[in-house]
């Protein structure tokens, strides 16, 4: 297995109106429970510092990064290139509000809309996080369905096991009842239908839906993609009964799939042409680390539906944020990310069929879900087999992600190089038996930080 030796940098050192001493794992973690809202579990390491695909914690030992801060490290750790556009804009300009513009701003939107291929007329707004774009995508809906001369067209529909997000309306769209049930009263009008089921949209559209949301590869259900022309069946059907379709690509644009935007994948459509949506969001990977989401909305009648003063942000689209979207972008193309996440990926996905307690593998690029199992008879670890896989990887220098308790999501940077794939691939049985033997050693709250989901969309 990967050695976790090689040496750190020191932890957080102490600065005014902290406490001074070791800043090993155990101090800081200990700090953070009596100082930090405890909405996200207890953090199982305490990172500090990272180069490519691999970080050290704040005890010296090593991890080779299959997460990738939920997806979101499309260049990995400190790649120069992000570090320089970021420093050199900050440096520069740093931030101006939205009454103000900038060079790297509209560089962003420009750019944006040429890989998306968007019609004229097409816009970019920008947001902070996956959450707000989605936000913004939701008042669109709600300016289409207001401007239907019927005053009947309300209705959003979204898919079972969605997630678009945590703040209030976003959280309207997730499925999930423990994310939704301690908010509610959530925003009305929300109904969720089968995904991947055509018949279901069928019955479900008609005049009084004002659009569609979906993932065109839903995350934290494990990974899952869509039967071949569903997704080009929403398009038709929302066309032909005047809704938006709205494409959540939170977590599978910008390269994760291998391609620029996951609705541009013959893998993800079924199909060689692109499904066009009206809208679409992105985070994540867009800023490489830097917080920034984005509403692109395809064609002039999508992108007048907001006008002056419907919608804002402060932060949104600062100069900081789209340098590094900029940055990210180039290093992708540049270094041929597209390429290299097909291929990785797919040679990732190869070698996990060929392990025995796999009983399922989905692959798009380098988003990858895994199903895994336990030798029949043998009774799995309390919390499930994935998240005691999880905590026996963190002992042997691996990041992993459980999305249920016997399914792993592996996200890693798009830099990810492929031996370190084969690593993971030839350790994963061992994983596989310590999370069965118990030797991981898990914890409640060690069980709860693992299978938390998408906590910064």
């Given at each position: 297995?990967?050695?976790?030796?090689?040496?750190?940098t020191?932890?957080t050192?102490?600065?005014?109106?902290?406490?001074?001493?070791?800043?090993?794992?155990?101090?800081?973690?200990?700090?953070?429970r009596?100082?930090?809202?405890?909405?996200?579990?207890?953090?199982?390491?305490v990172?500090?510092r990272?180069?490519?695909?691999?970080?050290?914690?704040?005890?010296?030992?090593?991890?080779?990064?299959?997460?990738?801060?939920?997806?979101?490290?499309?260049?990995?750790?400190a790649?120069?290139?992000?570090?320089?556009?970021?420093a050199?804009?900050?440096?520069?300009?740093?931030?101006?509000?939205?009454?103000?513009?900038?060079?790297?701003?509209?560089?962003?939107?420009?750019?944006?809309?040429?890989?998306?291929?968007?019609?004229?007329?097409?816009?970019?707004?920008?947001?902070?996080?996956?959450?707000?774009?989605?936000?913004?995508?939701?008042?669109?809906?709600?300016?289409?369905?207001?401007?239907?001369?019927?005053?009947?067209?309300?209705?959003?529909?979204?898919l079972?096991?969605?997630f678009?997000?945590?703040?209030?309306?976003?959280?309207?769209?997730?499925?999930?009842?423990?994310?939704?049930?301690?908010?509610?009263?959530?925003?009305?009008?929300?109904?969720f239908?089968?995904?991947g089921?055509?018949?279901?949209?069928?019955?479900?559209?008609d005049?009084t839906?004002?659009?569609?949301?979906?993932?065109?590869?839903?995350?934290e259900?494990?990974?899952?993609?869509?039967?071949?022309?569903?997704?080009?069946?929403?398009?038709?059907?929302?066309?032909?009964?005047?809704?938006?379709?709205?494409?959540?690509?939170?977590?599978?644009?910008?390269?994760?799939?291998?391609?620029?935007?996951?609705?541009?994948?013959?893998?993800?459509?079924?199909?060689?042409?692109?499904?066009?949506?009206?809208?679409?969001?992105?985070?994540?990977?867009?800023g490489?680390?830097?917080?920034?989401?984005?509403?692109?909305?395809f064609?002039?009648?999508a992108?007048?539906?907001?006008?002056?003063?419907?919608h804002?942000?402060?932060?949104?689209?600062?100069p900081?944020?789209?340098?590094?979207?900029?940055?990210?972008?180039?290093?992708?193309?540049d270094?041929?990310?597209?390429?290299?996440a097909?291929?990785?990926?797919a040679?990732?996905?190869?070698?996990?069929?060929?392990?025995?307690?796999?009983?399922?593998?989905?692959?798009?690029g380098?988003?990858?879900?895994?199903?895994?199992?336990a030798?029949?008879?043998?009774?799995?670890?309390?919390?499930?087999?994935?998240?005691?896989?999880?905590r026996a990887?963190?002992?042997?220098?691996?990041?992993?992600?459980?999305?249920?308790p016997?399914?792993?999501?592996?996200?890693?940077?798009?830099?990810?190089?492929?031996?370190?794939?084969?690593a993971?691939?030839?350790?994963?049985?061992?994983?596989?038996?310590?999370?069965l033997?118990?030797?991981?050693?898990?914890?409640?709250?060690?069980?709860?930080?693992?299978?938390?989901?998408?906590?910064?969309?």
């Open positions: 297995m990967t050695s976790p030796s090689t040496p750190a020191p932890g050192p102490a600065t005014a109106g902290t406490p001074a001493g070791p800043a090993s794992n155990a101090d800081l973690l200990d700090r953070y009596h100082s930090l809202t405890g909405v996200f579990g207890a953090p199982s390491r990172l500090v990272g180069e490519g695909a691999l970080v050290w914690d704040a005890d010296g030992r090593r991890y080779t990064d299959f997460l990738a801060g939920i997806a979101v490290n499309a260049l990995g750790h790649h120069p290139a992000l570090v320089s556009a970021v050199g804009q900050l440096g520069t300009l740093g931030h101006i509000s939205n009454l103000f513009t900038s060079v790297p701003q509209v560089r962003l939107a420009e750019r944006l809309l040429r890989l998306a291929d968007a019609p004229e007329g097409s816009t970019v707004f920008f947001a902070n996080s996956g959450s707000e774009a989605n936000e913004a995508a939701l008042k669109l809906a709600r300016r289409h369905g207001a401007q239907d001369p019927s005053g009947r067209r309300h209705r959003v529909l979204a079972r096991d969605a678009h997000g945590r703040t209030m309306g976003a959280l309207s769209m997730t499925y999930k009842a423990a994310y939704r049930e301690p908010f509610e009263p959530l925003p009305a009008g929300v109904e239908i089968p995904g089921d055509v018949e279901a949209l069928r019955a479900a559209l005049e839906v004002a659009a569609l949301v979906v993932e065109p590869v839903q995350g259900s494990g990974v899952h993609g869509w039967p071949a022309g569903y997704l080009q069946a929403a398009r038709d059907l929302t066309r032909e009964h005047g809704a938006l379709l709205v494409f959540d690509e939170v977590q599978s644009g910008v390269g994760r799939t291998g391609h620029w935007f996951a609705h541009q994948s013959p893998e993800v459509t079924g199909q060689d042409t692109p499904v066009v949506p009206d809208a679409m969001t992105l985070a994540k990977g867009l490489g680390g830097i917080p920034i989401g984005a509403m692109v909305s064609g002039a009648r992108s007048g539906l907001l006008t002056a003063g419907q804002g942000t402060t932060f949104g689209g600062n900081v944020a789209t340098a590094a979207g900029l940055a990210v972008l180039d290093a992708i193309e270094e041929g990310l597209l390429e290299h097909r291929r990785v990926g040679r990732l996905a190869e070698g996990l069929r060929g392990l025995g307690f796999v009983t399922e593998v989905r692959q798009y380098l988003l990858v879900g895994l199903d895994v199992a030798p029949a008879g043998t009774p799995g670890p309390d919390g499930g087999l994935a998240p005691a896989m999880v990887g963190l002992e042997a220098g691996y990041l992993l992600n459980a999305t249920g016997d399914t792993l999501r592996l996200a890693p940077p798009l830099v990810l190089r492929p031996e370190q794939a084969d993971l691939v030839a350790d994963l049985p061992a994983l596989h038996a310590a999370a033997a118990g030797a991981a050693g898990a914890t409640t709250d060690e069980t709860t930080a693992q299978t938390s989901e998408e906590t910064n969309a």
